[in-house]
């Protein structure tokens, strides 16, 4: 089983619609959680953290359940601008960061 | 202010030959990383250091890849000899806090 896992997509959505997606981990000590966006021959770029209690940051939330060792993020009112790879990251103890192998979102006019 | 700096961003070599891939993290920083992209494995940590020191490098795939980090400002990635499976897109990354900020990568190319 993978550390950091996600569906790979891609997720093919209208201008305007509201997708979601979510990420499962298996380490349990696991700290800290973000979500990167990656446009397509770009570097990853930090999209926002997430925290136990969730955060939004304008169309974006995100949302922690450590219970059942997931992230989630939802995004409203998509733009065609939103189209790009979204990575789960997981950070254990230290600075050891795992990635997932993301999922591709590609948002039609 | 600059981000992260990567040089080369492209390199094309033969078999066996060395490669040496440099990065200048956000001055300040005091994490570095280096990762390695490709279509089937994804985006995976090689090493990261903290302060000059080099923390973990169980994701270095093997004895031909070395990192080093002789100042705050300066890291390298070589391989020695290359293989045309280390093919990939190396980026590498510098952070003070939670946050990383990924240097453009160096889109490697081993024929």
Request: glycine fraction near 6%; charged fraction near 20%; aromatic fraction near 12%.
């Amino acid at each position: 089983r993978k550390e950091v896992e996600q569906d790979p997509g891609p997720f093919n959505v209208p201008e305007g619609a509201t997708v979601a997606f979510n990420c499962t981990y298996s380490n349990s000590a696991s700290q800290s959680f973000f979500w990167y966006r990656q446009d397509c021959r770009k570097e990853p770029k930090l999209l926002m953290s997430v925290y136990s209690s969730g955060n939004e940051d304008g169309r974006f939330t995100a949302q922690l359940n450590r219970a059942s060792q997931y992230i989630s993020l939802l995004i409203r009112d998509s733009k065609l601008s939103d189209s790009a790879t979204y990575l789960c990251v997981v950070r254990t103890g230290g600075f050891k960061t795992i990635f997932g192998a993301g999922t591709r979102l590609f948002v039609k006019a | 202010d600059a981000g992260v700096i990567q040089s080369p961003r492209h390199e094309v070599t033969e078999m066996g030959q060395e490669v040496t891939l440099r990065c200048k993290p956000i001055s300040g920083h005091n994490s570095l990383f280096w990762y390695r992209q490709t279509m089937m494995r994804g985006l995976e940590l090689l090493i990261y250091f903290n302060n000059n020191v080099p923390i973990d490098d169980s994701g270095m795939p093997e004895d031909r890849f070395s990192a080093k980090m002789p100042n705050a400002s300066f890291s390298t990635l070589k391989i020695q000899p290359s293989e045309p499976r280390d093919s990939a897109v190396y980026f590498c990354a510098s952070a003070e806090s939670d946050t990383q900020y990924f240097g453009p990568g160096t889109r490697l190319t081993v024929l």
